[in-house]
């Protein structure tokens, strides 16, 4: 880059930024300005208090000496004990007076002579006490002047005593004899007061220049708010997002997030509606990803999220994957609607453009997500990672590479370990774990959840079998009524010591058609013991009806739901009638998604049993069994 461009570059950056310049600018001047006034202000009021002690202590001084007829009157000799008396008397005022020294001068031809002086402690232990008649080595020419004055002087001196600030107060005695009244003071407490000054125009000079970068900031920021957020949601607009990817370097995860028939809600409902849909939909997803990311409303169908860089986009495809969407996007009027997923992670100045040809290809093929290095390798890509992973997924069943790991279901009224649920985790052959969401899919579409189920039962019918440990597997509806698994697992529960102890969570997404037939295979398990729990109740088959006719022993409240209670009063009591519901006929109630103590107290406020989430626990690969409960 040139000189000129570098010096154009920064010249345009300048400029662009005039309005805080001006602002700042205009402070900083009228802050100097204020600090030198203050500076000089301060200083000559702390000169003028000063002379003012000067002045006090002379007149004061002046009535001590008036009765010392050596000093005042004719008699040119003093006794030495009188003489002690005097300074004595005057050194004890100067100190009640606060200056350093009060004393008399006197001056015979071009001569001036001490008659009197008061000393300090330091004087005497060092004998430089002023004798009567002593001769002013460091006279100045004001003091030669002040003899034939009538007029108060005051002047700046350094002798031997130190740097002072004097007044020199002329009196003629009735005998005729002109003397001088003085008192020093030293000017270390004139520069300490000076400095005080200088400090209080600095302190008060960055208080307002602090209050003028304030509002120099308030002044861009209105500025930037009025071109670079969304009036409609209070978000950032697609203005603000340019302004980030031109600024941002290097790599960065961006999603794009499109709302199926959103264009058609518009038409039907009005703007209004359209961008209160939008709007809920961008606070859902800060509620749901956190301050990690930035939230853009980049069209009226459209958002856009940017992940901090410091998040791997592992995991800000794992976050996007576990967003819940099935809840409303608007409650009045109530309204659904299907959102697709574009991802990217790659060069600022193309993350956009890839993750949007991602978002377009997610739609056409009715995709939850999409990500664009899958988008641009055709199907077959997305074909041959399929059957990479069903490879590595069949052989990780050989080689017993799935492995539970255990998250507690906590008492709500002792507190104390109920049960474990056992969620699936599959680990690499360099014995990483891999992200559920990575091979959970390729297992539903390959139908190998029946493998699944049978690794988990096995692996913790093993750990658990000589324990009173309770535990639970997850199943879906397909697997309950699966005539061989079923055979297969009536026949574990006769070996198993306890059955009572086993719960099957039967995944209330799966959704289920034929009421009548599972209810058969239901009975089944119950029969041999086992307890079954709807899962994630409240998205699927929560008509009361049908959860009656199934006949469970209890159910696990949507994780979605139990998240909004504290700032949802319609979820609330939402959930308060099911609770109330299953208590009335005789259901346990387990609420999961507990990641605080508010949460907590809410459900435990509604009358639920059990409680799950990471309040209590991440799911963990090992458990100490001698603490778990019965």
Same mark, same amino acid.
């Given at each position: 880059?040139?000189?000129?461009?570098?010096?154009?570059?920064?010249?345009?950056?300048?400029?662009?930024?005039?309005g805080?310049?001006?602002?700042?600018? %205009?402070?900083? *001047?009228a802050?100097s300005?204020?600090s030198?006034?203050?500076?000089?202000?301060?200083?000559?009021?702390?000169?003028?208090?000063?002379?003012?002690?000067?002045?006090?202590?002379?007149?004061?001084a002046?009535?001590?000496? !008036? %009765?010392?007829?050596?000093?005042?009157?004719?008699?040119?000799?003093? *006794?030495?004990?009188d003489?002690?008396?005097?300074?004595?008397?005057?050194?004890?005022?100067a100190?009640? %007076?606060?200056?350093?020294y009060?004393?008399?001068?006197?001056?015979?031809?071009?001569?001036?002579?001490?008659t009197?002086s008061?000393y300090?402690?330091?004087?005497?232990?060092?004998g430089?006490?002023?004798?009567?008649?002593?001769?002013?080595?460091?006279?100045?020419?004001?003091?030669h002047?002040?003899?034939?004055?009538?007029?108060?002087?005051?002047?700046?001196?350094?002798d031997?005593?130190?740097?002072?600030?004097s007044?020199?107060?002329?009196y &003629?005695t009735?005998?005729?004899?002109?003397?001088?009244?003085?008192a020093?003071?030293?000017?270390a407490?004139?520069?300490?007061?000076?400095?005080?000054?200088?400090?209080?125009?600095?302190?008060?000079?960055?208080?307002? /220049?602090?209050?003028?970068?304030?509002?120099?900031?308030?002044?861009?920021?209105? $500025?930037?708010?009025?071109l670079?957020?969304?009036?409609?949601?209070?978000?950032?607009?697609?203005?603000?997002?340019?302004?980030?990817?031109k600024?941002?370097?290097?790599?960065m995860?961006?999603?794009?997030?499109?709302c199926k028939d959103?264009?058609?809600i518009?038409?039907?409902?009005?703007?209004?509606?359209?961008?209160?849909c939008?709007?809920?939909?961008?606070?859902?997803?800060?509620?749901s990803?956190?301050?990690?990311?930035?939230?853009?409303?980049?069209?009226?169908?459209?958002?856009?999220?940017?992940?901090?860089?410091e #998040?791997?986009y592992?995991? @800000?495809?794992?976050?996007?994957?576990?967003?819940?969407?099935?809840?409303?996007?608007?409650?009045?009027?109530?309204?659904?609607?299907k959102?697709?997923?574009?991802?990217?992670?790659?060069l600022?100045?193309?993350?956009?453009?890839?993750?949007?040809?991602?978002?377009?290809? *997610?739609?056409?093929?009715?995709?939850?997500?999409?990500c664009?290095?899958?988008?641009?390798?055709?199907l !077959?890509?997305?074909?041959q990672?399929?059957?990479?992973?069903?490879a590595?997924?069949?052989?990780?069943?050989?080689?017993?590479?799935?492995?539970?790991?255990?998250?507690?279901?906590?008492?709500?009224?002792?507190?104390?370990?109920v049960?474990?649920?056992?969620l699936?985790?599959?680990?690499?052959?360099?014995g990483?774990?891999?992200?559920?969401?990575?091979? /959970? +899919?390729?297992?539903?579409?390959?139908?190998?959840?029946?493998?699944l189920?049978? &690794?988990?039962?096995?692996?913790?019918?093993?750990?658990?079998?000589q324990?009173?440990?309770?535990?639970?597997?997850?199943?879906?509806a397909?697997?309950m $009524?699966?005539?061989?698994?079923?055979h297969?697992?009536?026949?574990?529960?006769?070996?198993?010591?306890? +059955?009572?102890?086993?719960?099957?969570?039967?995944?209330?997404?799966?959704?289920?058609?034929d009421?009548?037939?599972?209810?058969?295979?239901?009975?089944?398990?119950?029969?041999?013991?086992?307890? #079954?729990f709807?899962?994630?109740?409240?998205?699927?088959?929560?008509?009361i009806?049908?959860f009656?006719?199934?006949?469970?022993?209890?159910?696990?409240?949507?994780?979605?739901?139990?998240?909004?209670?504290?700032?949802?009063?319609?979820?609330?009591?939402f959930?308060?009638h099911?609770?109330?519901?299953?208590?009335?006929?005789?259901?346990?109630? @387990?609420?999961?998604?507990?990641?605080?103590?508010?949460?907590? *107290?809410?459900?435990?406020?509604?009358?639920?049993?059990?409680?799950?989430?990471?309040?209590?626990?991440? +799911?963990?690969?090992?458990?100490?069994?001698?603490?778990?409960?019965?």
């Amino acid at each position: 880059m040139s000189i000129r461009s570098l010096l154009m570059r920064v010249w345009m950056n300048t400029w662009h930024y005039r309005g805080i310049w001006i602002v700042f600018l %205009s402070g900083l *001047a009228a802050i100097s300005l204020y600090s030198l006034v203050t500076f000089f202000y301060q200083k000559h009021h702390a000169l003028a208090e000063i002379d003012q002690r000067l002045h006090q202590a002379a007149l004061g001084a002046l009535e001590i000496v !008036k %009765s010392q007829s050596a000093i005042v009157g004719e008699q040119k000799s003093f *006794a030495d004990s009188d003489y002690q008396k005097l300074i004595m008397q005057m050194s004890e005022f100067a100190r009640r %007076s606060d200056v350093e020294y009060v004393y008399t001068l006197e001056k015979i031809a071009d001569s001036i002579f001490f008659t009197s002086s008061s000393y300090t402690a330091e004087d005497a232990e060092s004998g430089l006490v002023t004798r009567y008649f002593d001769v002013y080595e460091s006279t100045t020419p004001t003091q030669h002047q002040a003899f034939l004055s009538q007029t108060i002087q005051y002047e700046n001196t350094v002798d031997k005593w130190g740097e002072f600030r004097s007044i020199l107060l002329p009196y &003629t005695t009735e005998s005729g004899r002109t003397i001088l009244i003085c008192a020093d003071i030293n000017l270390a407490e004139v520069k300490n007061a000076t400095l005080n000054s200088l400090y209080f125009a600095l302190i008060s000079g960055v208080y307002f /220049l602090g209050l003028s970068f304030l509002y120099g900031l308030a002044y861009v920021y209105k $500025m930037r708010s009025a071109l670079t957020l969304d009036p409609a949601s209070g978000f950032a607009n697609h203005a603000a997002l340019s302004e980030l990817l031109k600024k941002a370097r290097g790599q960065m995860s961006l999603a794009v997030i499109g709302c199926k028939d959103l264009a058609d809600i518009g038409s039907f409902y009005g703007q209004d509606v359209l961008d209160a849909c939008v709007s809920n939909l961008l606070q859902q997803l800060s509620d749901s990803l956190g301050k990690e990311y930035k939230y853009f409303r980049f069209s009226p169908t459209k958002v856009v999220v940017v992940a901090n860089k410091e #998040i791997a986009y592992e995991d @800000v495809l794992a976050c996007l994957t576990e967003l819940n969407v099935g809840s409303p996007i608007l409650d009045s009027p109530l309204i659904y609607t299907k959102i697709h997923i574009g991802c990217d992670n790659g060069l600022s100045s193309q993350v956009l453009e890839n993750a949007l040809l991602a978002e377009t290809i *997610a739609r056409s093929e009715d995709l939850m997500l999409q990500c664009y290095s899958s988008a641009f390798n055709e199907l !077959k890509s997305k074909y041959q990672y399929n059957i990479v992973m069903s490879a590595e997924i069949s052989q990780a069943f050989t080689e017993n590479r799935f492995v539970p790991f255990f998250q507690p279901i906590i008492s709500v009224e002792s507190g104390a370990i109920v049960k474990y649920e056992a969620l699936a985790r599959l680990k690499d052959k360099q014995g990483n774990f891999v992200p559920p969401f990575k091979f /959970l +899919p390729v297992i539903y579409r390959s139908r190998l959840d029946r493998e699944l189920v049978k &690794t988990m039962f096995l692996q913790c019918a093993q750990r658990f079998n000589q324990t009173n440990v309770c535990w639970s597997i997850n199943m879906s509806a397909a697997d309950m $009524m699966d005539p061989a698994l079923c055979h297969w697992l009536l026949e574990q529960l006769e070996l198993y010591s306890n +059955p009572k102890n086993i719960t099957f969570e039967l995944l209330e997404t799966e959704g289920v058609d034929d009421y009548a037939s599972i209810k058969v295979y239901i009975n089944k398990y119950q029969a041999a013991g086992v307890k #079954i729990f709807i899962d994630d109740f409240g998205v699927g088959y929560s008509n009361i009806s049908h959860f009656l006719k199934l006949n469970v022993d209890g159910l696990k409240i949507d994780g979605s739901l139990i998240e909004r209670i504290c700032e949802d009063k319609d979820i609330r009591l939402f959930i308060e009638h099911i609770v109330q519901f299953a208590n009335s006929v005789g259901f346990e109630v @387990v609420a999961e998604y507990i990641e605080n103590e508010q949460i907590l *107290a809410e459900v435990a406020g509604l009358g639920v049993h059990m409680a799950q989430g990471y309040h209590f626990s991440a +799911p963990v690969e090992h458990i100490e069994l001698d603490v778990a409960a019965a």
